[in-house]
């Protein structure tokens, strides 16, 4: 049974993506048999290139992709260059998970809440600096370049990149490297540019196209801050699919293909671009150059990161405000009357949503961590390496876009009539969550020391003893902070709990979504709230449970 | 004809193209210490990892090993009632130090106060009485050292190998240690092998000394 893990645990993963790309490539070309279309013709994508908006949804979608993916690398590189070899390091370190396990709609309405015309931020300056006694009467949300949509993207990825370079500093001997250029003179945060980025760019390059592959692609963020006509490519799609006219899931079926499409050539030129980029850093390294203007250049970039992880901070209690506000009139800085009505208002529906929402994220993290678990021992156990292959593999949930497979899973649900079941919810849950969970549990897993085992094996332990007694105890930690990880990819998943639930599974995503479009703040803040609060009280429990149940065990600390 | 206790017959062990060991042929009698030694990397450590079942697959092994005259070939490290000791003491740390010796103890020895009252014997010839419910990780080299050697005996061990059990504790403490392994060793009648790099270790062992780079 062990042995067939890695193949059960590919199909689950990939099985359904390859199914629903090519479910998604038919109706693309015309063919989608349960509508009586059985013809291949390019009457789809003459239907969608002909579309008054598609340029603009073309463009607005390249440019809030790439825009969004640049800006959090940089300041990402800048954050972590500035404090490198400092507290500010471990500071930084400490900070970023709530924001990483925080969904991105909830980022995305709070920060909502802070920039519009109505927001928290014109409130503060009105009307004693603005004159402002009503809202003015631009758009700061949804403004039609998407600039809006990208501040709310930079504000989630330059957490995620900056966590995932913190984690490769490990696996480069950072502290040594940026000794030995100390040495030599260099200031801290060029000998980090110099010398520590290319070695943690190759260990996060990853980890960046995913972040490039979401920010074409995701259709939460774009639905809540992104221009609304016309909005970026993968919203036009999501928007056709959900329409009532059937005829429109023929174009929506091509504008998903080429979705699909433009990641797949943002990330190759991506790739492409690292070549030059690469040969101007080892130019610039040759140079020798010990001062200069990067260091002032860093030291404002990574301001603006600072501000960018404040903003996000702040995205989540402004949602804690708009929940208890009653009376809140522009341009009031604070609430006029503060209530708990909303919530009593709307508790039943929230803890409802709240259990589904739960339930679903716990059934999906416990199968991905089997999953994960059962890979991994079979791997010790038989002693196989693991190439880069693997690692592509777990990537690829990551990198293809939600929107290009997710109408082929959905038809594939309906024929089998499995759709709007809760079994297929998590299953489309599973195939997000499980590359987070063992791509967060497998280094720890193999880091830890074989003796262990051995020693246990010597004194006549069988290797199930040994993984139910021995390891896994001593990963408890590790378990933890992985099952939290998936919790939240899995709570934050909007596409597809959408695609697969038929309407007949909701959580608090994609509730909080749909109210995102309507009127009333305190309502949404309620939603978002919750929705944002529930991963981090299960991240704050993966914490704590270990510290207690092993506070007397000073080897485990 | 075979013996009582430890037996390798024309034992090698190759990495690659290098051949660490080359038909090592070594008897081991019960309450003997041999010792093997040889700089690092001259396949020392991949001897015990050969005789204990835990050989990484690089490594390519051949020859036999009988303990008690039985082939051990074909038997899981969990089935081969060889007990070892490692340079780092190894102590669980999620585990007490009762916790640590109870799992190390036989599954012959059965009911729950029959255990513990071997555990707390095994500690007691330890000079560690007061030690039981103490986390492993609070305790002092020689103490954790001590630990390990009990919960390795506890599993009724036929076979004892040393994987430098005594390179990381400071010289006295190293002495006690060493002594209280091999009276424990003989008391018992386990054929010991020692694997160390240090000639000290060698000459308290007072028996045979194998030099693996003269193999």
Redesign the interface.
Known sequence: MLRLAPAITLVMLLGPIVAGLLGTLGPAFGYLPVLGANTVSLDPWRELLSHSGFSSALALTIVSGFGATVISLALCIALCATSAGSRGFERLQRALPPLLSTPHVAIAIGFAFLIAPSGFFARAFSPWATGWDRPPGFATVNDVYGLSLIAGLVLKETAYLALMTIAATGQVAMRASMDAAAALGYSPSRAFIAVVAPRIYAQIRLPVYAALAYSLSNVEMALILGPGNPPTLAVLAARWFAGYDLAQYFPAAAAATLQFAVVLTGVGVWRLMEIPVGAIHRRWVMRGRRRGFMEPALAATAGLGKLSVTLAFASIAILALWSLAFRWRFPDFLPETWSLAIWAQHLGSVARLAGVTALIATVSTLIALTLTLACLENEQRR?VRVGRGALWALYIPLLVPQIAFLFGVQTLLVRLGFDGSMGAVIWAHLIFVLPYVFLSLADPYRAL?P??A??????????SRIFF??KL??L?KSLGVSAAIGFSVSVALYLPTLFTGAGRVSTLTTEAVTLSSGGDRRVIAVYAFIQAALPLVVYAAALVAPAIL?R?????R | MTHDGLELRGVSIKVGDATLVDGLDLCVAPGEVVTVMGPSGSGKSSLLAFIGGFLDPAFAASGEILLDGASLAALPAQGRRIGILFQDDLLFPHLSVRGNLAFGLTQDVRGRAARLARVDEALEQAGLEGFRDRDPATLSGGQRARVALMRTLLAGPKALLLDEPFGKLDRPLRKDFREFVFEHARMRGLPTLLVTHDAEDAEAAGGRVVDLEAA
């Not at chain 1, 051995?454 to 290797?463: D, E, F, I, Q, T």
């Not at chain 1, 007397?552 to 485990?556: Q, T």
């Open positions: 002693a020391d003796r262990f051995r020693s246990a094996a010597a004194l006549g332990a069988s290797p007694t021995v105890p001593m408890l092993y007397n065990r000073r080897g485990l």
